[in-house]
Every structure is written in C-alpha cells, then in structure tokens.
C-alpha cells in the first residue's frame, strides 16, 4: 500500500497531485449495508480503489479501523431504526488511520466526523465532507418537534456551526442542496456530485410493448419506512386505481413505520403487499422484477434508490416536492406527480398499466440515460478532482 509522510505530501504542492492519493473516508455507520449513507460509502471506496486510488474507511464496522459504537440517550434509539449508529471519536484510531493519507472526507457533522476532522486538522492534513443528511428528514423522524417554527433553519446553522464552516470544500448530491446551503450561508466551495450508481444495476430482459400488461402489475418502492417518504400516499393511490385487484406492491426498507405500513396496506389493498428489508445483494434483481417504480418522498437530498430503478430499466413515478431532489430524474410529465396526491398518483398508475408500448420505450430510455449520467465511476472522478484541488491548496 502506498504510504507518504504528510510533510512530504504537505512540501509536493501541487506538483505531486497527479498521482494516486491515500484518501480517509470518515463515516460513524460503515459495516452497515442498510442506511444509504453506508452504502454509497462502500461503493466509493469500491471504485476509488478500483481507479487506483488508496482508501481508508473509518467508522463502525470498518474492516482495518473500526470505531466503537457511542450510545446516545434517546437519539441512538430513532437513529437504530434508520439502520444507523453514532461512532465514538478516539484521538488513537485517527492518528492511526490518518498516518500519511493525503485528504480525509468527512460524511456526517456529528461528534465523531467533528473530532476526526480537528485531529486531521492537527496533523496537518486538508479536510473535505460531504453534507448528506437534510435537516428535513432529521426533523420528519423527530415526531412533534418538526412543528416548531424555524427548527429547520436552526439545525442548518447548527451543522454550519459543527463541521461546516471550518470546511473549503463541501460535496453534495444534487444542485438542489447547493441552493439549500448557500440560502442558509454557507460559504464553502460546493462540489455538485451525484452518489451515483453501481454497475450491478442494469436492466434485464425488455419490456415486450405488443405482449398484454402482465397480471399481477408489480409496482416497487424503496426507501425507509418513515414519515418523510410517504408511502402511504402509494398505498392509497394504488387502492383507487383502476386496476386494483391487478397490482401486487413490493415496499423494499426498513424503518419505523414498518407495522403501520403494512396494517394499512392490509386494510386498503386487494393483493398482498410485501413491506420490509432487502439484502443490498437482492436488489438489482427485486428492481428488474418489477413493472414501475414510484417514490412519494417529501423530502431526499438525492434519491439514489431512484437512480438504480431507473438503471434497470424501470419507469419511475416520482413525486414533486420543493424538499426532495428526485423530480429532476423524471424525463416526462407522466413520471411525475404532485407530492402527497394520491388520486393524482392513480391516475398516472393507470396511464403507464394502459401504455404498454410506452413503458416499454421509455424504460429503455431511462436506463440509457442514467448510464450516461449518473454512474459511480463518473461521480468518483469528480469526487477525486474536488480531493486534488482541496490538496493543492
């Protein structure tokens, strides 16, 4: 493995910088396929090595640095049902992990990415992160407290104040938390990056468009059951289609709106819905199963569940929301509908059910597109050019 002193790395400049770097990817949840965070970490440090690049994950369940879990009253309890634990900061494990590494990338602003960044800091080594946590699906997890006025802004300022406002340069998913951050001041160098997708998100056989519409029509959601993503709204919309007794639902996650989900479902569908947790590993297959693909979220910084429908060849239904990044995927009028409308939402279930032919054109085309734009390979270049230029600076 490639190993430099950081004054050696500190005196190269920039002169240096076309080389391979040794990055450290700071993430408190690292061992944990579940959470969307974890999952693109892994995937990057996956291709960052594939490109030549060294990587060292360090956070809970990380394979050569694992933190210790750090159990916070309360907090540690709704953030488990996210499939998330905080991490416990020690002065040793990122000395250790930090020796000779070029950058360390920050994921989340809590007390481990805080502390790990400030021991960077004194190492002398420059420091990036990434802003992947909306403050809005923070506060639709937080019951009653999302109604008090203003929360939202102050847990912007609160982040800013954590690890932000120390930070040059800031990834983010898509140009819609770019506007959100620079509205609340934040000043760094935001670097629009997508998450991205893994190659093992490809599409399958193609829709036959003169075959008959298949029975049962598989429609298939995927995110965490929780507030913010709203799949009761596709629970209902599927109870007023047209073709009801037709559409068998697949929810695919976890979360702790896990039983109410699925007694609703009960009570309003004629077929069996399937709701909860799938292996990683399982879902490029469960997707190319599938005949549509819908996401009700009110609030996603990107939505990268709907990239990878989309990359098998899947047609997305998708809600517009001034909170969730999604929408800007939709490629027509008829992948959209607006956020919480369920009759809305029916009524666009039935067209694509109607349109055989057109599902089946237009899946193609999106699994074409998505190649072309949001692969983990593209985005990891980038995420490296963002690294060189905080190095060189």
Not at 252 to 272: D, E, I, M, Q, V
Request: aromatic letters at 8%.
């Amino acid at each position: 493995m490639h190993e430099n002193g950081n004054d050696e790395s500190v005196a190269e400049g920039t002169a240096g910088i076309d080389r391979p770097l040794t990055i450290a990817l700071v993430v408190d949840t690292v061992g944990n396929q579940g959470n969307g965070t974890s999952n693109s970490a892994l995937q990057w440090a996956a291709e960052l090595e594939r490109q030549g690049h060294h990587v060292r994950l360090v956070g809970v369940g990380a394979p050569e640095y694992p933190a210790r879990v750090n159990k916070v009253p309360l907090v540690s309890w709704v953030a488990a049902k996210q499939l998330m634990q905080f991490a416990k900061p020690s002065d040793t494990l990122f000395r250790t992990a930090f020796r000779g590494v070029d950058v360390v990338h920050i994921y989340m602003p809590f007390k481990f990415g805080r502390h790990a960044a400030k021991v960077a800091r004194q190492m002398g080594i420059p420091v990036t992160a990434g802003f992947h946590l909306q403050p809005e699906n923070v506060l639709y997890s937080a019951g009653p407290l999302r109604h008090i006025p203003g929360v939202s802004n102050f847990l912007y300022w609160l982040f800013k104040h954590w690890l932000y406002k120390r930070i040059d340069h800031i990834h983010v998913p898509t140009e819609m938390t770019a506007s959100l951050l620079r509205s609340h001041g934040y000043k760094a160098k935001l670097h629009v990056i997508s998450n991205g997708y893994s190659p093992v998100y490809a599409p399958g056989k193609p829709v036959d468009p003169s075959a008959p519409t298949p029975v049962p029509f598989r429609i298939i959601a995927s995110g965490r059951l929780a507030r913010e993503k709203d799949q009761i709204t596709l629970i209902k919309a599927i109870s007023m289609s047209k073709h009801a007794g037709d559409i068998q639902l697949i929810i695919a996650g976890t979360g702790p709106l896990r039983h109410y989900l699925t007694f609703r479902a009960g009570r309003l569908l004629a077929r069996k819905a399937e709701i909860g947790f799938h292996k990683h590993a399982d879902m490029p297959d469960l997707l190319r199963s599938g005949d549509l693909f819908v996401h009700c979220s009110i609030a996603d910084i990107e939505s990268v569940s709907v990239i990878e429908a989309m990359a098998c060849g899947l047609v997305p239904i998708i809600a517009a929301s001034e909170l969730s990044a999604a929408s800007q995927f939709a490629l027509l009028d008829e992948s959209l509908f607006p956020v919480r409308d369920a009759a809305l939402l029916a009524r666009r279930i039935d067209w694509w059910i109607a349109h055989q032919a057109e599902r089946a054109e237009w899946g193609a085309r999106y699994a074409e597109h998505t190649k072309e734009h949001y692969s983990v390979e593209a985005s990891v270049h980038k995420f490296v050019d963002m690294e060189r230029e905080a190095i060189g600076e």
